[in-house]
């Protein structure tokens, strides 16, 4: 008896993290659905609310003379009350990118810290920079891991239609690649922008490099549940 119960331990001890696991991918899988939808809802209406004709072209005109861009507190303002934000989320623990292997910057229409509280408890923030509408989601709230891009942390952004949509890779670099872009290496005397670019080249989504921005496209492949790095996996069964 003695013998069984011990196998059995060793079995569950073996299987249980395993399942436990993929009930957490699961229950982050539904979260980011959710979310995207509750987003994609918000939009239409903030769109509808504010009944400006070209909608992305209008509220990423940049004004050079006064360095700004004119209507990004209009737009953030009427999203914000259409969402019915909650509060303030604040970070304790830094999020990571999608491999871990380096701390989480996104700057391009997107932050990896959202700071308003949705009614749900999920973080969000519209972010509207670089030319973009962005909205950076953290499905369970801050400083609730896994704490990552492409895990819990997910970027969409409004296209050329108006709509809003996930984000996804235009190409994702191997690390020898990167390290090859110029102004990769501080010392090369490149600005904090010029460095932050290359965190972010290709809006990535791999486990091949380790770019700050590692993560910003993941969002497309999550809701197609299709691995970035092999299309035969399943996203949630892929992750790093």
Same mark, same amino acid.
Request: neutral net charge; charged residues 20%.
């Given at each position: 008896?003695?013998?069984?119960? #011990?196998?059995?331990?060793?079995?569950?001890?073996?299987?249980?993290?395993? !399942?436990?696991?993929?009930?957490? /991918?699961?229950?982050?899988?539904?979260?980011?659905?959710?979310?995207?939808?509750? /987003?994609?809802?918000?939009?239409?209406?903030?769109?509808?609310?504010?009944? !400006?004709?070209?909608?992305?072209?209008?509220?990423?005109?940049?004004?050079?003379?006064?360095? @700004?861009?004119?209507?990004?507190?209009?737009?953030?303002?009427?999203?914000?009350?259409?969402?019915? !934000?909650?509060?303030? %989320?604040?970070?304790?623990? @830094?999020?990571?990118?999608?491999?871990?292997?380096?701390?989480?910057?996104?700057?391009?229409?997107?932050?990896?810290?959202?700071?308003?509280?949705?009614?749900?408890?999920?973080?969000?923030?519209?972010?509207? $920079? &670089?030319?973009?509408?962005?909205?950076?989601?953290?499905?369970?709230?801050? $400083?609730?891991?896994? $704490?990552?891009?492409? /895990?819990?942390?997910?970027?969409?952004?409004?296209?050329?239609?108006?709509?809003?949509?996930?984000?996804?890779?235009? $190409?994702?670099?191997?690390?020898?690649?990167?390290?090859?872009?110029?102004?990769?290496?501080? @010392?090369? #005397?490149?600005?904090?922008?010029?460095? &932050?670019? !290359?965190?972010?080249?290709?809006?990535? %989504?791999?486990?091949?490099?380790?770019?700050?921005?590692? #993560?910003? #496209? %993941?969002?497309?492949?999550?809701?197609?549940?299709? %691995?970035?790095?092999?299309?035969?996996?399943?996203?949630?069964?892929?992750?790093?």
């Amino acid at each position: 008896m003695l013998i069984t119960l #011990g196998v059995i331990g060793v079995v569950a001890a073996l299987t249980l993290p395993s !399942v436990i696991q993929k009930y957490q /991918h699961k229950v982050l899988a539904s979260q980011l659905k959710k979310a995207a939808s509750i /987003h994609s809802q918000a939009m239409l209406q903030t769109k509808n609310s504010l009944g !400006v004709a070209d909608f992305k072209k209008t509220f990423v005109e940049y004004d050079k003379a006064n360095n @700004s861009f004119p209507y990004r507190e209009l737009l953030i303002d009427e999203y914000n009350k259409i969402m019915k !934000v909650a509060g303030k %989320c604040t970070y304790t623990i @830094s999020p990571r990118n999608y491999n871990n292997t380096n701390d989480a910057y996104m700057d391009i229409g997107a932050t990896a810290k959202p700071k308003y509280l949705a009614p749900d408890g999920s973080c969000f923030q519209l972010v509207l $920079n &670089a030319g973009t509408i962005g909205i950076t989601v953290d499905v369970n709230g801050a $400083n609730k891991r896994p $704490n990552k891009l492409g /895990h819990d942390i997910f970027l969409f952004y409004v296209d050329d239609n108006d709509f809003l949509v996930p984000m996804k890779t235009t $190409n994702n670099l191997t690390q020898d690649e990167v390290d090859a872009l110029p102004n990769r290496d501080p @010392s090369s #005397g490149a600005s904090a922008s010029q460095i &932050a670019g !290359v965190e972010q080249r290709g809006y990535p %989504c791999t486990t091949k490099n380790n770019q700050k921005g590692n #993560g910003m #496209g %993941c969002a497309w492949y999550a809701l197609q549940d299709i %691995c970035p790095d092999d299309p035969t996996k399943k996203y949630w069964e892929c992750l790093p």
